[in-house]
């Protein structure tokens, strides 16, 4: 990774972490980006913050643990404040793709019960249509052929990925190729009809933002409408 490409994730995540509040439930994001903002969180943590942090996948939970950030547990809480994650790809539009860790199903739990979600990214993850980044599927282990072959069939060449890698939740990844996705919330519902996909990468309609970082400077993408205020 270039150093130019990690400082934009740097101030991409500093950024994000200035929207968290006192007393708020935070869930805590997966990936390199996120780890940068977890870092700082534990910081103010340190310094007094006080907050509950929700964590998307085990490692950072683990994460979370070791640098002293309180969690608890997502079903003890009717909604999380503010998640601050990262994303593969996303659009002026704010469709993401994610699930390049392997963590997808529980982001997208917690980015649903998520009143604010604030993705951080470089500037090497904005397209301009989704696709470059191969879409990650879940699906239940049974399933892995069937859902090969119903992927297929909506234009999208998958592998199940590593030998295999298992999910959290004990699921198999489908790395699938689209092409480009000229359409994701169609491709969205179209994948959730499939059996055997228990989730998959397409984000539409979660994000609330999206921080990019872009040289020394920060570039801000907001959701259409949004009532997000700092």
């Given at each position: 990774m270039s150093s130019s490409i990690q400082q934009e994730k740097q101030h991409a995540a500093l950024?994000?972490?200035?929207?968290?509040?006192?007393?708020?439930?935070?869930?805590?994001?997966?990936?390199?980006?996120?780890?940068?903002?977890?870092?700082?969180?534990?910081?103010?943590?340190?310094?007094?913050?006080?907050?509950?942090?929700?964590?998307?996948?085990?490692?950072?939970?683990?994460?979370?643990?070791?640098l002293g950030i309180p969690l608890v547990d997502i079903n003890s809480v009717d909604h999380i404040?503010?998640?601050?994650?990262?994303?593969?790809?996303?659009?002026?539009?704010?469709?993401?793709?994610?699930?390049?860790?392997?963590?997808?199903?529980?982001?997208?739990?917690?980015?649903?019960?998520?009143?604010?979600?604030?993705?951080?990214?470089?500037?090497?993850?904005?397209?301009?249509?989704?696709?470059?980044?191969?879409?990650?599927?879940?699906?239940?282990?049974?399933?892995?052929?069937?859902?090969?072959?119903?992927?297929?069939?909506?234009?999208?060449?998958?592998?199940?990925?590593?030998?295999?890698?298992?999910?959290?939740?004990?699921?198999?990844?489908?790395?699938?190729?689209?092409?480009?996705?000229?359409?994701?919330?169609?491709?969205?519902?179209?994948?959730?009809?499939?059996?055997?996909?228990?989730?998959?990468?397409l984000f539409s309609g979660l994000a609330e933002r999206v921080l990019m970082g872009e040289g020394?400077?920060?570039?801000?993408?907001?959701?259409?409408?949004?009532?997000?205020?700092?």
């Open positions: 950024e994000a972490v200035k929207l968290i509040k006192d007393h708020q439930v935070v869930g805590l994001g997966t990936g390199s980006t996120a780890v940068l903002a977890i870092h700082e969180i534990a910081r103010l943590v340190r310094e007094g913050l006080e907050i509950k942090g929700v964590p998307t996948s085990e490692s950072t939970a683990a994460l979370a643990r070791e404040d503010i998640t601050i994650d990262g994303a593969d790809e996303f659009t002026r539009e704010l469709h993401l793709i994610k699930g390049g860790g392997g963590a997808l199903l529980r982001e997208k739990i917690v980015a649903a019960k998520t009143r604010q979600e604030v993705i951080v990214a470089d500037s090497s993850k904005y397209v301009e249509q989704l696709g470059k980044f191969k879409l990650p599927v879940e699906v239940i282990p049974f399933a892995a052929n069937y859902v090969l072959q119903a992927l297929r069939q909506l234009g999208g060449e998958g592998v199940v990925r590593g030998a295999p890698f298992i999910t959290d939740e004990g699921n198999y990844i489908i790395d699938a190729d689209f092409k480009r996705i000229a359409d994701p919330v169609s491709l969205s519902i179209q994948l959730n009809n499939i059996v055997g996909v228990v989730e998959h990468g020394n400077t920060v570039k801000v993408f907001l959701k259409q409408n949004s009532t997000f205020t700092l």
